[in-house]
């Protein structure tokens, strides 16, 4: 009997675990906003370092795209990653640093209501002084660029107003670069971006219901003691 009384609380505490975990991926949430991207070996990757402080090289390829990302980081630019395809025309100067700027606009699926995103991808070849980052890239490239405390929210009027919100989830898209292990996909949410307490409420209900199956066990223990 107590060892069926054992097994039905395992069950459960294996069932509470099942439960925390779907729900904190029920309530993953989509964000929406400029994405940023550089390359390796001529392939997209997900910034792994913000534009601020990501100190521009030659021949350097950034990518800015609008694009709502969820548990993946959504799908890289869609141009090519090679410097020598995006500007084939830059020579090499003497105490400069050549940098390829892509802007990819996206398309309706993940426009603003109200809005039409730019028909035209922008590519820009631009210089940097050494020490420069890949935000005085940008700066460079003329674009008029619309920013809050270094997180840049719009790009050419586009979108008009909103900056990194919180979107209702969808199936996250599927991200079309190659993943290397010396480069997670790991992507910072906006600071301004506030998730829903009601999955904190949940969590803090399973977590509580754990707590008094664990006090079980522990009884169960000690009596068989």
Do not use: H
């Amino acid at each position: 009997m107590k060892q069926v009384k054992k097994n039905v609380v395992i069950i459960f505490i294996a069932t509470l675990f099942t439960s925390i975990f779907s729900i904190t991926s029920a309530n993953a949430a989509d964000y929406r906003y400029w994405t940023f991207w550089v390359t390796a070996n001529d392939q997209w990757a997900f910034a792994q370092e913000g534009a601020g402080t990501l100190k521009a090289t030659d021949q350097m390829v950034t990518g800015w795209k609008f694009a709502i990302t969820g548990a993946g980081n959504g799908t890289a630019p869609n141009t090519s990653a090679a410097f020598a395809e995006l500007c084939p025309d830059t020579s090499e100067q003497a105490g400069v640093l050549r940098v390829a700027v892509v802007v990819d606009f996206n398309d309706a699926s993940v426009a603003p209501d109200g809005e039409t995103a730019p028909s035209e991808n922008i590519t820009k070849c631009v210089t940097v002084n050494d020490g420069q980052s890949a935000a005085d890239a940008l700066n460079a490239a003329g674009l008029e660029i619309r920013a809050n405390e270094g997180f840049v929210c719009g790009i050419n009027g586009y979108p008009k107003e909103e900056c990194g919100v919180e979107v209702p989830s969808t199936k996250p898209e599927a991200t079309d670069v190659t993943t290397q292990e010396d480069t997670p996909m790991v992507i910072a949410e906006p600071e301004n971006v506030k998730t829903s307490n009601n999955s904190n409420l949940q969590l803090i209900g399973l977590a509580t219901v754990l707590i008094v199956a664990l006090a079980i066990i522990l009884k169960m223990r000690k009596k068989k003691n």
